[in-house]
């Protein structure tokens, strides 16, 4: 290149186009500071989408947005002589223009202008949470299926998740510990959704006519959630101290029984769990709770059983767990004896 021709393509500058983006997890309005540095300081500003949610605030900043779906050859000429050109896409991109774009790139007769992918906000930390909370929301009223669903209908599938979600952490599937989460969590927000609807008067579920009670939301349960998180651990958001697994175990406890004024150590033990885990539990329980009891003593494989799992408990072991996995070696065993290959899940 010649003198002549580099001082020509500095006298020419080829400008700027910025990609606004912007996520709809975020409320409007709520920018970067570069993103406002980069609107008030743009030569022109464009969105094809006159609905576009940051419109109104942008207007109110003083920044004013041409409505025009420019396409990639308009953009460049539209950044000659040094200028900046921002473009808000909508909700989905604008594959048209970035194709575009790309292909005046590519095809090495254009001068093209700097190109810029600015974020002018990031979705935070369980941000599709929100998703989920739509997408619930509008299955919940559009499914046939789904919209005739009650919380006593559901319940068996909570359980049923439940156990798919213990035997992955068992298995050590990662992507199927992934997805079994997934599936617990979609009985929460299922079931908020319903609650919204609140409790019909009718019995099991079906509504007489009368005004719905006790309605909740997603909200609520999360909020509820994070108040029992934060007043069980005065050890993270307090003043009190716990050196080990042991002290914050027993604040955990004392906290519950204030909190529910219950009567025994055995309030709140679910009966309906399996019999390990029940015996273990009210064992725990009882120890914890610095109950002299001795254990009830009686013939049969129901009495032994008890006194095993008292036993691990006392031990610090999960008898339930325990079993589980014994189970499993029991059943490997079989099927290796069957000539049978490990089962599918």
């Known amino acids: 290149m010649t003198d002549h021709s580099q001082s020509t393509a500095a006298a020419e500058p080829t400008g700027r186009i910025v990609l606004l983006t912007t996520s709809h997890r975020v409320a409007p309005g709520v920018l970067s500071w570069p993103a406002w540095q980069t609107l008030h300081a743009a030569d022109r500003v464009l969105c094809a989408d ?15 947005v041409e409505h025009t779906a420019a396409d990639a050859h308009e953009l460049v000429a539209a950044c000659a002589g040094g200028r900046t050109v921002v473009v808000l896409p909508g909700g989905e991109g604008d594959q048209r ?24 906000s990031y979705d935070l930390p369980g941000a599709r949470l929100l998703d989920l909370v739509q997408v619930m929301d509008r299955v919940r009223r559009e499914c046939p299926w789904t919209s005739r669903q009650t919380h006593r209908g559901l319940a068996k599938y909570a359980i049923e998740e439940a156990y798919e979600l213990v035997e992955a952490i068992e298995d050590g599937d990662r992507e199927e510990l992934r997805e079994e989460l997934g599936d617990v969590l979609l009985q ?6 319903i609650a919204e609807e609140g409790i019909p008067a009718g019995e099991d579920g079906e509504d007489d006519g009368e005004e719905a009670l006790g309605a909740f939301s997603i909200d609520d349960v999360a909020g509820a959630l994070v108040q029992k998180l934060i007043h069980r651990h005065p050890h993270v958001f307090g003043d009190e101290r716990a050196e080990t697994p042991e002290d914050v175990h027993a604040h955990w406890q004392r906290t519950k029984a204030v909190e529910k004024r219950r009567e025994s150590v055995t309030d709140g033990v679910p009966v309906g769990q399996p019999g390990l885990a029940l015996a273990a539990k009210l064992a725990g329980r009882a120890r914890a709770g610095g109950v002299a009891v001795e254990l009830p003593r009686g013939e049969g494989i129901g009495y032994e059983l008890l006194e095993l799992a008292a036993r691990a408990e006392a031990e610090g072991i ?28």
């Open 50 to 64: 006159p609905g576009h949610p940051q419109l109104p605030y942008l207007r109110e900043a003083g920044i004013e």
């Open 97 to 120: 223009l970035t194709d575009g774009l790309a292909r005046l790139a590519g095809s090495g007769r254009v001068s093209m202008p700097d190109l810029e992918l600015l974020p002018g």
């Open 188 to 193: 929460v927000v299922f079931h908020a959704r």
């Open 318 to 345: 999960d008898p339930e767990t325990a079993l589980r996995a014994a189970a499993r070696v029991y059943r490997d065993a079989i099927r290796a004896a069957e000539g049978v290959s490990h089962p599918a899940r």
